[in-house]
Nanobody, 125 residues
Framework: QVEILESGGGSVQAGGSLTLSCRLSGGILAIHHMGWYRRTPRQDPEKEFELVAFITKNGISSYADASTGRFTISRIGARNMVNLQMNSLKPDDSAVYYC???????????????WGQGTQVTVSS
């Protein structure tokens, strides 16, 4: 069973930066779409994870409006491993961040793997 391993979260002040990393516990040879998502305590648990950014298997990246201009998603080599560089962080960015493989090229579900534990990002004002 392949598991998703997210890391790099932490606590920063507004305006700070963090880089999140997503690795898989097992190898998946075929290149897939990869995305970053987040959930906050305020979100309805019945709703889907909020899309932050994703990159298609062809290397095209897209961002949610709230992420555009501040976050950058990048694939590590030709593998199913991605980073998320987050700059100019705001308190509203505070959430648990997850990555996964969306089966659709728009970054939305369904997803190929079970969700991992995520990594907590806390931004203080």
């Amino acid at each position: 069973q392949v598991e998703i391993l997210e890391s790099g979260g932490g606590s920063v002040q507004a305006g700070g930066s963090l880089t999140l990393s997503c690795r898989l516990s097992g190898g998946i040879l075929a290149i897939h779409h990869m995305g970053w998502y987040r959930r906050t305590p305020r979100q309805d648990p019945e709703k889907e994870f909020e899309l932050v950014a994703f990159i298609t298997k062809n290397g095209i990246s897209s961002y949610a409006d709230a992420s555009t201009g501040r976050f950058t998603i990048s694939r590590i080599g030709a593998r199913n491993m991605v980073n998320l560089q987050m700059n100019s962080l705001k308190p509203d960015d505070s959430a648990v961040y997850y990555c996964n493989m969306p089966l659709n090229a728009n970054g939305l579900g369904p997803f190929a793997l079970p969700w991992g534990q995520g990594t907590q990002v806390t931004v203080s004002s």
